[in-house]
């Protein structure tokens, strides 16, 4: 089946807005702890940026909520106004969005509240732990029961834990007015947990893939979805080398200024390439429906209209008249 493209559009600048706030204020909290005297100043850098990407979220969340109505009764999104109490009130992925909607509201206020103050960082750490988990229960995972799901949150959270911190080490050395000490131990301590983020973001990702694809390796290259992670792969390795240069070659000469301009820059990059690169493909992943399920659920109509996401290729026959006479 061909990739929802209007969802995976819109997708893309949700996931993007939630993990950036996860890893940055996961950064604030951990990479650059409050005892550290130059905590205050990036606190304050990072604030605006967490209201506009808050904003992103409140503006995009209602609309995929309609667009997923939309595909679901194969209406205009117009015509999908109507049939939201409807999807909300009798589908699982309808009220995993409400939840989704009404944690948006509690982000927006952490945004405004205790300046300067730590609770505001967990607070949005917390949020947007709870944004990723919904997220999560409305994808392809739900079809593969409890453990996909907890890959696939793990996954995303070690996605936007080292997203975050190369953007808070790359927003701090350039916008945050610190000394120079500050990037050399930040950038030791990024490059440590950088580590770790991706040797979970490989395991979690080898199981998903599993779960879409099974052993069939011909998917890779002869399915819409296989294609889009063959893609994802590349550009994922490329980051990942870019990466390893600056974990050996530039960190440990991270105190030589022309090292430490080359690492910072080169932060940026990965930046750049995480936030418009994979995450964009893994944005279209999301919302391709996999090219093999090899699992084994029982076909119960009753369950799965309750517990599948609806780009699951089954739910919407199931879904669609039940919409049609409500409209």
Known sequence: MAPLYGRALLHWPLVLAVLTIFGTSAF???????????HDPVMDTFSPLWRVLAGVVALVGPVVLVVITAD?????????LPLLPIVVR???????????????????????LFPRHPFKTILLLVTTTLL????????????????????????????????????GLWVGARHGHVPEYWVENTAR????????????????????????????????LFSVYGRILSAKIVLFGLVLILGAYNRYRLVPKVNVPRSRD??????????????????????????????????????????????????????????????????
């Not at 969005?97 to 982000?107: H, R, S």
């Not at 229960?137 to 911190?165: K, N, P, R, T």
């Not at 990702?205 to 011909?218: D, I, N, P």
Request: charged letters at 10%; a positive charge.
């Open 72 to 80: 679901m009764a194969a209406v205009s999104w117009w015509k999908a």
């Open 28 to 38: 604030v909290l951990g990479v650059a702890p409050a005892g550290d005297a130059h």
């Open 189 to 220: 301590r990024v490059s440590k947990l950088a580590a770790w983020c991706v040797l979970t973001l490989v395991l979690s990702g080898a199981y998903t893939a599993y779960e879409a694809l099974g052993v069939q390796v011909s998917l890779l």
């Open 90 to 112: 009798e589908t699982h992925v309808g009220r995993v969005w409400a939840c989704f909607l009404a944690a948006t509201i509690v982000l927006i206020a952490g945004t405004f």
């Open 262 to 327: 080359v690492l910072v820059r080169n932060v940026g990059v990965e930046s750049l390439l995480l936030l418009g690169g994979v995450l964009a493909l893994a944005s279209l992943l999301a919302n391709t429906p996999p090219a093999h399920n090899h699992t084994r659920h029982a076909a119960n109509p009753k369950l799965l209209l309750d517990l599948r996401p609806p780009f699951s290729p089954h739910l919407p026959r199931i879904v669609l008249p039940r919409l049609s006479r409500g409209n």
């Open 132 to 167: 990723l988990f919904l997220e999560a229960l409305a994808s392809h995972a739900i079809d593969h029961g409890g453990v996909a799901v907890v890959m696939y949150v793990g996954h995303e959270l070690a996605a936007g834990v080292w997203l975050g911190a190369l953007v």
